[in-house]
């Protein structure tokens, strides 16, 4: 079946080390995102990928890297410079970032608990 | 900057009666808008979206919303609720200037009671 897989459903990281959330989608999707949720807060958008080898920051990039070495993988390393990093990560993709197929698809999520 | 007002947090409804959720939105031009629904621990899953036309929109579930663009909102409506229907809603707003990236509300949750 076509979707989003994100691994691992449930995360724990000791303070101080590097973490990364995998997102695989096998929907031949160009654009790519990262989301953080907290309660409350709604989701927040941490990068975003456009096409395969380019990305960009969002409202909440600090903290945290990406990369998209390739067109159905886009993995993001939680550092250690992210001073609150447990939340529930969320990964969604789109066809391309035009009017048409601006809808987005989402993974199961990641729920990340600093220890 | 595009953001994205859900006026209620939380909002208890009983089953079988209807139940509108809230949505308003800041946006210069024109803007595609989106409700999506989050079941506990699970990710979103798209109810409806208006990118133009008609300004009432039907989606799954027996949802229904529709655009108001004088009074920039996209309220969300069902006539009669499940148990089912208990979730988290999130309205969502994307737009050219922005490279159509989402920007989502703060969420409403919906607790249907029997």
């Known amino acids: 079946d076509g979707g989003i897989t994100q691994s691992p459903k449930y995360l724990f990281r000791k303070e101080g080390q590097n973490v990364t959330l995998s997102c695989e989608q096998n929907l031949n999707h160009d654009a790519m995102y990262w989301y953080r949720q907290d309660p409350g807060q709604g989701l927040r958008l941490i990068y975003y990928?456009?096409?395969?080898?380019?990305?960009q920051k969002g409202d909440i990039a600090e903290g945290y890297s990406v990369s998209r070495e390739k067109k159905e993988s886009f993995p993001l390393t939680v550092t250690s410079a992210q001073k609150n990093p447990t939340a529930f990560y969320l990964c969604a993709s789109s066809i391309a970032p035009n009017p048409e197929n601006t809808e987005a698809f989402f993974g199961q999520g990641t729920r990340l608990t600093v220890v | 900057a595009q953001s994205v007002t859900q006026l209620d947090s939380q909002v208890p409804v009983f089953e079988e009666a209807p139940v509108e959720l809230r949505c308003n939105y800041s946006s210069s031009v024109s803007v595609y808008l989106f409700w999506y629904v989050q079941y506990p621990n699970q990710g979103l899953q798209l109810l409806l979206k208006?990118?133009?036309?008609?300004?009432l929109v039907k989606g799954i579930n027996g949802f229904e919303a529709e655009f108001n663009k004088s009074q920039t909102s996209f309220h969300l409506r069902k006539p009669s609720v499940h148990i089912s229907d208990t979730a988290e809603y999130f309205c969502a707003v994307s737009e050219p200037i922005n490279d159509y990236k989402l920007s989502f509300g703060a969420g409403t949750t919906v607790t249907v009671r029997a």
């Open positions: 990928s456009q096409i395969v080898n380019d990305f």
């Open positions: 208006y990118l133009s036309g008609s300004t």
